[in-house]
């Protein structure tokens, strides 16, 4: 195993970096002196359970204070200290300011609970059209029915379209990148899913091309990168290697993220020794590595076997999921084939029911105790 292991270290070490300001890339020293001020970052990907997706959270109409605050209570009362919280397009396209009152609100309760939060700009997964105005209901018993892109495919595919973007881009960073609330910036999640079981090839086939989507969302998240270098937050940057043999042979988007991130940031849905190999091997890259996304009990991957393995090594870890809600990702990835009928057991993703009674009491009280909240 090490000769591979030294092997993908010294590919990344002689990478030529691409000419989008990469000298303004946080230096390895400045992240880890960055992060060695933070105390350990655990928490969950979230949305209010009374939300289908990031615009349902986000719109006027249905933006629910309430909730957030009632939930992000529960997630610090088990010693979670940060979120990681997607953001979308349209609703700044549509009211700039009064999408930012709301992000001020959210800002404001998470805060209240001793809660940062690791904003997401762009999603490339699950609907890729999304549309302005009430939302969909959920699909019984499939998981994340009415999660939406951003931007759309048709923005994305558009390279002058993608442009008119920055404004999004630059005047979030400008607004919070000196904000203490925000512990940093994942710039694109999973920009190059083809969403093949969903909205791909194997479902609607309303996606884009898998290799057309892979080649305009490394422009855009080169771009994005250039935008918000310009800007020059005060939080690090991050964008999340998810899928392929990143270490050794890195897709064009993987290199990008890789080169580009002030801290690594990956998904591993995996089983503990594949969770730990990947651990390990970003680790040797020499800079702060977040896990974004974690945590599929159907898959092996729980609270009690890999955030030990995350503590071990100081890797900040966001599950998947709080609540059980409208998303629905108590149900797993396949039942966009097959439905889910009645309550899954075990639960996909989340760790409270919408009562705030947790899934599993015994996980919670892991969770406390590893967090060290009394």
Not at 235 to 254: E, F, N, R
Request: aromatic share 12%; net charge neutral; hydrophobic share 35%.
């Amino acid at each position: 195993m090490k000769a591979p292991f030294f092997s993908a270290v010294a590919l990344f070490a002689s990478l030529t970096l691409p000419a989008l300001a990469a000298e303004s890339r946080w230096s390895a020293e400045k992240a880890n002196a960055w992060y060695e001020k933070q105390p350990w970052p655990v928490g969950a990907n979230f949305v209010p359970s009374t939300a289908i997706n990031q615009l349902e959270m986000w719109q006027s109409d249905t933006f629910d204070p309430g909730t957030i605050d009632r939930e992000l209570g529960w997630a610090a009362g088990i010693g979670m200290n940060t979120m990681r919280v997607f953001l979308h397009d349209i609703p700044w396209q549509q009211d700039a300011e009064g999408f930012c009152r709301r992000i001020d609100r959210y800002l404001e309760i998470a805060d209240k609970h001793g809660i940062r939060t690791l904003f997401v700009i762009f999603d490339g997964v699950w609907h890729p059209e999304p549309k302005v105005g009430k939302q969909p209901d959920p699909r019984p018993g499939v998981h994340n029915s009415g999660w939406v892109q951003s931007p759309g495919k048709a923005i994305l595919s558009d390279p002058a379209r993608q442009d008119a973007l920055k404004p999004y881009v630059q005047g979030l960073l400008r607004r919070y990148g000196a904000d203490r609330r925000v512990l940093a910036w994942d710039l694109f999640n999973e920009p190059d899913n083809p969403n093949s079981n969903s909205h791909g090839r194997n479902g609607s086939n309303i996606e884009l091309d898998p290799e057309a989507k892979a080649e305009r969302a490394t422009e855009l998240l080169e771009k994005t990168f250039c935008w918000a270098r310009e800007v020059n937050p005060s939080q690090p940057l991050t964008a999340g290697v998810w899928v392929g043999d990143y270490l050794k042979h890195p897709s064009p988007i993987a290199k990008l993220m890789l080169e580009q991130s002030d801290v690594i940031s990956f998904h591993a849905y995996d089983k503990p020794p594949r969770a730990r190999q990947l651990t390990e091997r970003l680790k040797a890259l020499g800079r702060p590595v977040f896990c974004t996304e974690y945590m599929a009990r159907g898959n092996g991957s729980t609270f009690e076997t890999i955030l030990p393995i995350f503590k071990e090594h100081r890797v900040a870890a966001y599950s998947w999921g709080l609540v059980d809600g409208k998303s629905q990702t108590t149900c797993a990835w396949s039942t966009w084939q097959q439905p889910a009928k009645g309550e899954p057991d075990p639960w996909f993703h989340d760790i409270f029911r919408r009562d705030g009674a947790p899934y599993r009491a015994d996980e919670t009280a892991f969770i406390r105790q590893i967090t060290g909240r009394p």
